[in-house]
């Protein structure tokens, strides 16, 4: 290395040395590896350490070693060295039990210097001499599980076998665990068996395994009971299987092997990693996130990450370390060293990019209007593992929560409205996220269209349009009012003036009737009309009731002939006679008759409109064609009656009656002048005085003029 120029710790803990051949690293590593001693391959196989703190260990090439205060050794008793030792077991210090490819079942204990061996075959009863893994339970049976032959159970001496005939899922016994109440579960390649008392019970994928090949078995503390497959992890709680729920890759990777830490956690070989996980998020939450395990790489003191198959090929020591089995030898590691909190990283936002234009970050940020792409830019700064660092993101405004932890050191955004943003993001170093994050804020200005003003503006305008359609509205059915209401109110005078001029007519010929017949000057009659309670009929009843005459007398006295034809003589336009009738006990003569409708009313008013405008017609043809340059047309009619009184000429007409208002409005319509001119005894002068332009049709050469007084 050289003389040592310049010391420096780091942060992370690290102490960096310069010297005149560079810049080199010293730092404390999370694992610790031991090469395997004496042996061609560094590939590891079985696993154990015994209650001594001895670390028994079987190469795949073949063969038996052990480790212990930083010395080692080879055994090789009763043939050991020459097989190869599938699996190793037990509860003792100094005193293991193993399963060999061909040897069957050795038993190894110490005594003093020396190591006594034993060994069961096939002629002592055990099933099999392929004995691939090998477990010894709490009341001290062991249990062998064989390549092909099933497993036996031997307690005392004495060998029980049980296979599938018995109900085993499989005679290829991989796993062996032991549950709390004393179950024993047995993992094969087409399925996890149960054996409680006498009873069996298989598990297989439609149970909940995510596959049936289980490679390895673990009964944590709380009485979990994890399942290493072929497809991944899996767990039975409660009599029911299920598995971590997570888009994790390591979740469906080949399990080898499995352990538990005194601090609850997980520790997992798989076919290409190793990894610690929380148990409670394995299985309680819904969805896995990266800081619920911790991948472990060749930074933290690995020689090699990938696992080997065997039965237990992971274990914890008496001191709570936790060893693994390697392609690449061994390795071990305390868990309270590993669950030191490091230090974060150093966090900074590096660029920002608007359409692959660089934007200053010493001014405010403002993107202009329009659709734009958006780039933050940023930096997890950790010289350690710089591969673990992971980020998270979230634009206020947009997000709803930070985005999933993911190692892009960029987050892009397209087409934002306009507003003020501020993004912010966080960074985590082997799951430790920072306290604080680090933000900037911009803004994206609007278009003209998208700006308050404008939306202001159009709803205004929208209220006035609405404003103005509902006055349109409103006038036009004003008018619609106004002219039916003009049409009714001439209608109702009509009606009026002619109904009342038609029963007082009536009243006064029934009158005369009655005067006419002999009756004698001390009888009384009495006269009534009453209206029909036919309203479309239109009709009513007039009857004359004759007083002071017997039953008898009254109709001797009446010419009901005579009765007959003067009541029919009086059928005019606008009274039609529809029946008579005479009543001897009520001594009544009744006459039914109709009043013409308005319509018929009005139809008999125009045919005489119609005639009294040909009679004028005629009159002015006859007249010179000099004339026709008048400015108006005048017509004056006189009467010679009684006259109107001058305080009902004062005030238009008497109260209820609608006479000379109607003609004054039909003049006033036709744009006419109306002059009334009477005294009292000295008769009525009309005088109406039509413009021109109304009252006469525009020449045609060769043709007379003509007058349109009804236009």
């Known amino acids: 290395m050289g003389p040592v120029t310049a010391l420096f710790e780091h942060r992370e803990g690290s102490i960096w040395f310069a010297s005149a051949r560079g810049l080199e690293r010293l730092r404390d590593s999370t694992f610790v590896t031991y090469p395997l001693p004496n042996s061609k391959s560094q590939c590891a196989g079985a696993l154990h350490v015994d209650s001594g703190g001895r670390t028994w260990i079987a190469p795949i090439e073949g063969g038996l070693r052990w480790l212990k205060g930083g010395k080692s050794g080879t055994v090789t008793a009763d043939e050991i060295a020459n097989d190869v030792v ?27 210097n ?17 004995v691939y893994a090998v477990y010894e339970s709490v009341d001290r049976t062991i249990w062998a599980g064989t390549l092909s032959g099933g497993v036996s159970k031997l307690k005392d001496g004495h060998f029980t076998n049980y296979t599938t005939s018995d109900g085993l899922a499989s005679n290829t016994v991989s796993a062996i665990a032991e549950g709390t109440d004393g179950t024993m579960w047995f993992g094969t390649p087409t399925g996890l068996s149960e054996l409680s008392g006498k009873r069996w019970r298989n ?18 503390s709380a009485g979990v009971l994890w399942i290493g497959t072929a497809g991944g992890l899996a767990f039975l709680r409660n009599g029911r299987v299920q598995a971590p729920q997570g888009a994790q890759d ?34 309680d939450k819904p969805t896995l996130d990266n800081s619920d395990f911790r991948v472990y790489a060749r930074d933290d003191g690995w020689a090699g990450t990938e696992g080997v198959k065997r039965f237990r090929s992971l ?104 507003g003020k943003y501020r993004f912010r993001v966080i960074c985590s170093s082997d799951g430790i996220w920072n306290n604080e994050d680090i933000s900037i804020g911009f803004s994206v200005l609007p278009a003209f269209y998208q700006t308050i003003w404008f939306r202001v503006s159009c709803f205004a305008a929208l209220l006035a349009l609405l404003w103005g359609i509902y006055q349109l ?32 007519d009536c009243c006064s010929k029934f009158r005369q009737l009655a005067t006419c017949f002999s009756v004698s000057p001390k009888k009384q009659f009495k006269i009534s009309i009453v209206r029909s309670p036919w309203p479309k009929m239109q009709s009513t009843q ?161 043709a007379a003029s003509r007058l349109y007084i009804a236009r």
């Open 86 to 112: 599938y699996s190793i077991s037990g509860t003792d210090e100094d005193d293991i039990w193993m399963g060999r490819q061909r040897g069957g079942l050795t038993h190894l204990q110490y005594s003093g």
């Open 473 to 504: 509205r409103v006038q036009q059915l004003q008018r619609q009012f106004a002219i039916r209401l003009t049409e009714r109110t001439r209608i109702a005078r009509e009606l009026h003036d002619t109904r009342r001029k038609t029963f007082m």
């Open 542 to 702: 007039a009857a004359i009731r004759f007083k002071g005459y017997a039953p008898g007398q009254w109709r001797r006295a009446i010419s009901l002939n005579c009765f007959e034809r003067r009541v029919r003589s009086w059928q005019t336009r606008e009274l039609k006679i529809l029946s008579l009738r005479l009543s001897n006990s009520s001594r009544k003569v009744s006459v039914r008759h109709c009043l013409r409708t308005p319509r018929t009313r009005s139809a008999t008013s125009r045919s005489k409109s119609c005639e009294m405008r040909i009679g004028m017609r005629a009159h002015i043809v006859s007249r010179p064609r000099s004339d026709m340059a008048s400015k108006c047309f005048r017509l004056r009619i006189r009467d010679d009656g009684r006259g109107i009184d001058p305080k009902v000429l004062k005030e238009g007409g008497r109260a209820g009656h609608w006479g000379l208002h109607g003609i004054h409005e039909r003049a006033e319509r036709i744009g006419a002048q109306l002059d009334i001119w009477s005294e009292t005894g000295a008769g009525t002068e009309v005088q109406l005085a039509v413009p021109a332009a109304v009252a006469y049709e525009t020449p045609v050469e060769g």
């Open 250 to 283: 390591w979740l469906h990777e080949p399990v080898l092997g499995m352990a538990e830490d005194r601090n609850g956690w997980l520790w997992v070989a798989t076919s290409t990693r190793v990894l610690r996980a929380k148990r409670s998020s394995l299985t």
């Open 114 to 130: 020396s190591l006594a061996a034993k060994t069961y075959t096939q002629a002592d009863g055990l099933v099999q001499n392929s």
């Open 203 to 220: 598990y297989a994928v439609p149970d909940g395994l995510v596959s049936p090949d289980v490679s390895s078995l673990l009964q944590d």
């Open 315 to 418: 274990a914890k020591d008496s001191s709570g370390n936790v060893w693994f089995s390697t392609n690449h030898g061994l390795a071990v590691v305390n868990p309270s060293r590993s669950a030191v909190t490091s230090v974060p990283a150093l966090l900074r936002i590096e660029a920002v990019m608007v359409d692959g234009d660089e934007v200053s970050l010493e001014q405010p940020i403002r993107v202009p209007p329009g659709e734009h792409r958006i780039v933050f830019h940023y930096l997890g700064l950790r010289l350690a593992n710089p591969e673990r660092v992971r980020y998270r993101s979230w634009l206020d405004g947009i997000d709803h929560g930070w985005s999933k932890a993911t190692s892009n050191r960029d987050a892009t955004f397209a087409n934002l409205g306009p």
